[in-house]
């Protein structure tokens, strides 16, 4: 009974950590779900996914570690795995031009002139990995934290980012969207 | 556009998630009553596991394992290439089950928590492993044309015996040889490869195949 007792003590305090921990990254699920899936249902159940993905993977967790690191592994994992199962079943990829008007007036950053709009469009459009590093990259982690994460050289990291930056830089010149430094 | 200007835009969409309250939406009410209730319900991944292929595959070949095993057995040793082909063919088919259910048992224990080309390298890796097990499958295909080979059949010299039956036993021993050097990643692009795996439940390990391929190059380059 007693026993009982302190392991309802000890799972409530885990439950109570780990959602403050939650709540103080909710922005990393959300970035995550609104890069890897377009409409509000799936980016809702990818949310739910990575969630439950995050309480299954708790007791792995090492608290050496810093916890948004962690965070993100898993979160990543589980967009990477749910994209590449969405385009299994579909054969679609999210944010495609079809898909624009549907998108537009969603909620107010979605002006599709818009070049935040833009830049969201073009990272959605990119392969998983690629598009995996460049969140981390524009969530302003180190290199090391990113080469961690992705289980890559910190050389490599450096690398890649300079070349993606390059492709999606050329991606939103040339998207037919884009109207403010057309010559 | 300068370099820093992809960052300014980021930032820019973080003001404006926070302007538009989006993410207040997802409360901390939202998150806590989510989790009650995957505590209480059990709630399943929406993930849906790879295995479906080779669950299947077990089930078929568990019929199939079953059906040659009664055939041995039941002929208590009286034919005997017929029991030696049939034992063949059923410990090749036992292979496959345990195969798959090894791979079944393995996707089920990935681990998210991993590095993430890790993590992707194995669930791909083992989504394609069922190519490897169909490789090593083609091996059995030359017993399924001697089990109806006999003693009599070799010792009476019959033309019909040595002019059909070795040869086909020859080809589909070469052909089997070929197909179990041949059938690997590397060869995922030849037109051969694609007609031997046309079809929808094929597609998915041709795509893990080729996953396989970009998270090498991703990690290389």
Redesign the interface.
């Known amino acids: 009974m007693i026993f009982l007792f302190i392991r309802r003590i000890i799972i409530l305090d885990m439950q109570e950590t780990f959602l403050q921990q939650i709540e103080a990254n909710k922005g990393i699920i959300f970035k995550i779900s609104r890069s890897f899936c377009r409409s509000k249902a799936d980016q809702e159940d990818l949310r739910q996914e990575i969630l439950l993905r995050l309480w299954k993977g708790l007791p792995r967790y090492d608290p050496a570690y810093v916890f948004t690191t962690w965070m993100y592994r898993v979160a990543l994992n589980v967009a990477i795995s749910w994209q590449r199962q969405a385009k299994k079943s579909s054969g679609t990829i999210p944010f495609t031009e079809t898909h624009e008007h549907a998108a537009e007036g969603e909620f107010p950053l979605e002006d599709i002139h818009s070049p935040t709009y833009l830049l969201q469009k073009h990272v959605a459009a990119l392969k998983e990995l690629e598009k995996a590093l460049m969140l981390l990259y524009f969530e302003e982690k180190s290199y090391r934290e990113i080469a961690e994460i992705m289980g890559i050289t910190e050389t490599n990291v450096a690398t890649k980012v300079s070349r993606i930056k390059e492709k999606l830089k050329q991606a939103i010149l040339n998207d037919k969207h884009w109207v403010y430094e057309r010559s | 556009?300068k370099?820093l200007e992809?960052?300014e835009?980021?930032k820019?969409?973080?003001r404006?998630?926070e302007?538009?309250r989006?993410?207040n939406l997802?409360s901390?009410a939202v998150?806590?009553q989510?989790?009650e209730w995957?505590q209480t319900q059990k709630?399943r991944?929406?993930?849906?596991p790879m295995g479906v292929f080779k669950g299947w595959a077990v089930f078929l070949g568990g019929i199939w394992v079953l059906f040659l095993g009664l055939l041995a057995v039941g002929d208590h040793g009286r034919h005997g290439w017929f029991t030696f082909s049939i034992t063949i063919l059923f410990l090749f088919n036992v292979y496959a089950i345990i195969a798959y259910l090894r791979q079944m048992a393995l996707i089920r224990q990935i681990?998210?928590?991993?590095?993430?080309?890790?993590?992707?390298q194995q669930?791909a890796a083992l989504q394609a492993s069922t190519l490897r097990t169909t490789r090593i499958l083609f091996l059995q295909a030359p017993f399924y044309s001697t089990w109806f080979w006999s003693g009599r059949l070799i010792a009476g010299n019959a033309l019909a015996f040595w002019a059909i039956a070795v040869p086909v036993v020859g080809l589909l021993s070469l052909g089997a040889l070929w197909l179990y050097r041949n059938i690997s990643l590397a060869n995922a692009d030849k037109k051969w490869f694609r007609l031997l795996f046309n079809g929808i439940e094929w597609?998915?390990i041709l795509?893990a195949m080729e996953?396989l391929k970009?998270?090498d190059e991703?990690?290389d380059?």
Do not use: A, G
């Open positions: 556009m370099d992809l960052n835009l980021w820019e969409y973080d404006k998630l302007e538009s989006v993410l997802q901390w998150n806590r989510t989790f995957m709630v991944s929406r993930l849906r681990d998210y928590t991993d590095h993430i080309l890790q993590t992707q669930l597609s998915p795509r996953y970009e998270i991703f990690r380059r």
